[in-house]
């Protein structure tokens, strides 16, 4: 049996914004690296002039300091924990058999610090596309690994 990644060897995994275009920083890798990382800055822009908003809200409805002070303590933990996360997700994968409760529970976490994530995002653009290590990482040993199965001696001649 000849499978696709016997006769081709093993594929680049693309990334969200800039698809394969990491592999050789072609295809207006860099002009996408700018849009991305503006694209977050204005989206955590955006974010932030909303949780404003938000805040003149609780100001406006006089529900007291201790309120204000809470919702953002709230917000302040919930963005940097985003943050590390995002960023940390950026140079290893999750832990498959990591518990997925934990998960869940975190997943409103990092919804209520999205300008964390965004923030991260932006800044990881400033060096490489977000992920790029990694999976260049795992593609390079992929293909270590599929030259080292096709140049085995016992292979040779074998090939349908």
């Not at 290590?133 to 040993?141: A, I, N, Q, T």
Request: net charge positive; aromatic share 8%; hydrophobic share 40%.
């Amino acid at each position: 049996m000849n499978d696709e990644h016997e006769a081709t060897g093993p594929r680049p995994e693309p990334i969200r914004f800039f698809g394969t275009t990491w592999v050789d920083h072609d295809g207006g890798y860099a002009l996408r690296r700018v849009g991305a990382g503006l694209g977050a800055l204005v989206a955590a822009a955006a974010g932030a002039l909303v949780l404003r908003f938000g805040y003149e809200g609780l100001t406006i409805a006089k529900v007291g300091n201790l309120v204000n002070i809470l919702v953002a303590v709230a917000f302040a933990v919930c963005t940097a924990l985003a943050f590390r996360r995002t960023w940390e997700g950026f140079s290893r994968r999750p832990d498959p058999a990591g518990d997925a409760s934990a998960e869940r529970s975190m997943q409103s976490m990092l919804l209520i610090g999205f300008i964390g994530s965004l923030l991260a995002y932006a800044l990881r653009t400033l060096t490489e596309a977000p992920g790029e290590k990694l999976r260049r990482k795992e593609y390079e040993e992929a293909v270590a690994r599929y030259e080292r199965r096709r140049n085995r001696p016992g292979k040779r001649g074998k090939r349908r």
